[in-house]
């Protein structure tokens, strides 16, 4: 498959150009954000930073499953033109605030919450919109490049913000934000219609929400996935809050060298987007396998002596994570009904999201209480901890057995054991044999249906 494949279709393209952006003004805005609550309305309190980050990720555990029922219902392209230009809105009012000197911590909470109800809206519409733009065989390709714009972005926003802040102040960087938004706005409104790929529609009854849950309760797949993700996310995807605090408190860094260090970090992260893009069909192991090497990483970042060395050791860990991330999302996506899909990726963005809030305060704490490597180091005892047991879990109870060959390809060979006379019979072929099966009983379900009629 070709890295850019997607970017053939004129929809796709557009929505590319669009996001990319806007991604950009909204890393200049998460650094403008940290930075202003860190070094000007607090005394260097990563605690505070946690706060905010906590509450701007607490809409998620509140509103993600209405947020994915929405997803389901109405039409994607209109409710994101709506979130796209109320995250504008909240950027030009906060900017305002610091232009004209009033803000106080308070306010940047309560946007910060604001921003977050708003984004549980836009993320499960984001992330199932791009099934429209692109074809089925496309859209693991379409996922791994949504994150490479996401990071190239990453890559950017930083460092310009950091620059920003120093030149101009973190106001003006929150307007640049809100002005950026456009982008994504005119590409919405400028796609060809005819174009996008009919989505089916969840029609209006009760339960819907608790549908979700129960769908997702007898996927085991699924389940392994969010648990994995989520406990990596609790603790270990808080770059904002331990770069920031590891800049001021350990390296005696400015603004400028704090954005420099998410630019480094989304260098590793570009690289693992684009090696997603092109995966056909990434898988379960994937993502447990990435959260183990995103918690060595995050050990030997913790350890990193100097300001030159943690910027080099940002790299393997953007990957790590990107890797993980990108492989979890496109696996949900394609494993689950187009229906069902909205309120599948609500709950998983409700886990991986909502998490943050849960576990910033900790991580400040603990950067606060016992120094800012442990904020860094808590993260790697837990992914390292979450991905063994994953791995322990998947191989008792899915019947996998996992064989590593030095001198022939495929390096690692997975097998699924029959339960019933325990032959290894390769993973697709298993998973074809049960796709099968279940074919023919619907089959007689239907026939027995009409029998009776």
Same mark, same amino acid.
């Given at each position: ?20 952006? /806007? ?6 805005? &998460?650094?403008?954000? =940290? ?16 706060? %905010? ?5 607490? *809409? ?15 039409? &994607?392209?209109?409710?994101? /033109? ?39 809206? =836009?993320? +499960? ?17 379409? %996922? ?23 030149? #101009? ?46 769908? #997702? ?11 994995? !993700? ?19 408190? %350990? ?32 898988? #379960? ?52 009904? +187009? ?17 943050? *809030?849960?576990?910033? +305060?900790? !991580? ?35 019947? !996998? ?13 997975? &097998? ?9 019979? +390769? ?20 026939? /027995? ?5």
């Amino acid at each position: 498959m070709s890295t850019f494949s997607s970017l053939r279709y004129f929809n796709y393209r557009l929505w590319f150009s669009g996001a990319l952006v /806007a991604n950009v003004g909204t890393w200049m805005q &998460r650094v403008a954000q =940290d930075w202003l609550v860190l070094t000007v309305l607090s005394h260097n309190s990563s605690f505070a930073v946690g706060v %905010v980050t906590a509450l701007q990720f607490l *809409p998620f555990l509140l509103f993600a499953p209405l947020g994915g029922l929405l997803a389901d219902r109405f039409d &994607r392209r209109r409710l994101l /033109a709506f979130t796209q230009a109320s995250q504008g809105l909240l950027a030009f009012g906060l900017g305002a605030l610091v232009l004209t000197g009033t803000v106080e911590l308070w306010h940047v909470y309560a946007f910060a919450f604001a921003l977050g109800v708003v984004a549980t809206i =836009d993320a +499960p519409v984001r992330q199932t919109f791009v099934a429209q733009l692109v074809p089925a065989d496309k859209l693991s390709n379409a %996922v791994g490049l949504n994150s490479a714009s996401f990071n190239a972005a990453r890559l950017i926003g930083p460092g310009v913000g950091g620059l920003l802040i120093a030149a #101009v102040g973190p106001g003006w960087v929150f307007i640049i934000n809100g002005v950026s938004f456009a982008a994504t706005i005119f590409a919405l409104t400028q796609m060809r219609t005819r174009e996008l790929r009919p989505m089916p529609v969840a029609k209006r009854r009760k339960g819907q929400v608790r549908e979700g849950f129960r769908y #997702v309760r007898g996927r085991t797949d699924i389940v392994v996935i969010m648990i994995v !993700v989520g406990v990596v996310s609790m603790f270990g995807l808080n770059f904002q809050l331990t770069s920031a605090t590891m800049a001021r408190t %350990v390296f005696d860094k400015g603004a400028g060298e704090y954005g420099i260090l998410g630019s480094i970090l989304a260098i590793g992260s570009l690289a693992g987007a684009l090696l997603a893009a092109r995966r056909e069909r990434p898988r #379960v192991r994937l993502v447990v396998g990435a959260a183990f090497g995103f918690g060595l990483a995050t050990a030997a970042l913790a350890l990193a002596p100097t300001y030159a060395s943690f910027a080099v050791l940002c790299i393997p860990v953007g990957l790590a994570s990107l890797t993980m991330m990108t492989a979890a999302n496109a696996t949900i996506q394609m494993s689950t009904e +187009p229906e069902m899909r909205g309120r599948v990726m609500s709950l998983y963005m409700m886990v991986f999201q909502g998490a943050t *809030p849960i576990g910033s +305060p900790i !991580v400040g704490w603990i950067g606060e209480q016992f120094g800012a490597r442990w904020s860094i180091g808590i993260g790697s005892v837990t992914a390292l901890l979450v991905s063994v047991g994953a791995g322990i879990w998947v191989l008792r109870h899915w019947h !996998v057995q996992v064989r590593y060959r030095v001198t022939t390809r495929p390096h690692l060979v997975v &097998r699924y054991l029959d339960a019933d006379d325990g032959a290894a019979v +390769p993973v697709p072929a298993a998973r074809a044999a049960r796709e099968e099966a279940a074919r023919e009983l619907d089959e007689q379900d239907t026939q /027995a249906r009409s029998a009776a009629a």
